[in-house]
């Protein structure tokens, strides 16, 4: 058995919610310049430069990417071999999502969902727990902006739906979000479990490699499906028209009942923020 401190997890998270906020990912970067490669609007291509330019900055100045710093989601592999010691595992995170975001100004978020009063310091984080082999704390941060979670959908099809129904969904999705989530979006796409299983699977997508596939090759085709339908859409970067609507479709799969085939999209914007390290 090994001895964690809570103290090492809430300053790990500190040091994650200002890192995922002011340094773009290399798989993002690489998506950007193969988009720009790609793409066949002047305005388009205009606008992608804006967005590398942006984030250089924000890398370089060490700033936020985006005015939205995000509702802190907060991903824990824990290893079952592990002891945490020196207090609670979800006050500890929260602590360091204070830390985080009141050390490294960025934006405070988070409010009562009726009265509107901010909580001031972008707590609580919303925390999904898996315990795993092992004796070591895996923490993954993945900021999460308004504009594009709201654009995001859960449907609980008809089995009969099939493949063409889940296709259908998330183009559909893609198509009426628009503009709203600042595109090129990531597409997590979740399919099966529950209605709320089915939500996490979509918002896990997302953390994954942007551009890697899915190990079936099945889905890893479902997934090379829909990118084509929604870059047809004409969207494009930013809304102003193009071929790069979405830089990726990512699908995550549980088993499903047999009188149940739910499916969710989770929107991810351009500015795809995730960060982890492991204690």
Do not use: W
Not at 19 to 28: C, F, S
Not at 174 to 180: I, L, T
Request: one cysteine or more; hydrophobic letters at 40%.
């Amino acid at each position: 058995m090994r001895e964690v401190n809570v103290a090492d997890i809430t300053a790990a998270i500190a040091e994650l919610s200002m890192d995922a906020n002011y340094n773009l990912g290399d798989d993002v970067y690489k998506a950007f310049y193969d988009a720009l490669e790609k793409e066949t609007s002047p305005t388009g291509k205009n606008v992608l430069e804006q967005l590398i330019t942006n984030a250089n900055i924000a890398k370089e100045e060490q700033v936020p990417m985006c005015q939205d710093t995000g509702y802190a989601v907060i991903f824990v592999e824990l290893g079952q071999d592990v002891h945490l010691v020196g207090g609670d595992l979800n006050e500890a995170i929260f602590e360091g999502v204070r830390k985080g975001y009141g050390d490294g100004y960025l934006r405070k978020s988070i409010c009562e969902p009726i009265t509107r009063a901010n909580t001031k310091d972008n707590t609580p984080a919303i925390i999904h727990v898996d315990v795993v082999p092992g004796d070591k704390v895996k923490l993954t941060i993945a900021p999460k902006g308004g504009g594009s979670e709201n654009m995001s959908a859960v449907k609980m099809l008809k089995p009969s739906d099939g493949a063409k129904g889940v296709v259908d969904f998330v183009v559909d999705v893609a198509s009426k979000a628009g503009s709203n989530p600042c595109p090129p979006i990531i597409l997590g796409v979740g399919i099966g479990g529950t209605f709320e299983k089915v939500a996490y699977l979509a918002k896990k997508a997302l953390l994954r490699e942007l551009g890697s596939s899915n190990p079936d090759p099945f889905y890893a085709a479902m997934e090379k499906e829909i990118l084509e339908k929604v870059n047809k859409l004409g969207i494009g970067p930013q809304g102003f028209g193009g071929r790069t609507t979405a830089l990726a479709v990512h699908i995550e799969v549980f088993p499903a009942h047999i009188a149940s085939f739910p499916a969710a999209v989770n929107i991810n914007c351009h500015a795809a923020r995730h960060k982890e390290v492991t204690i």
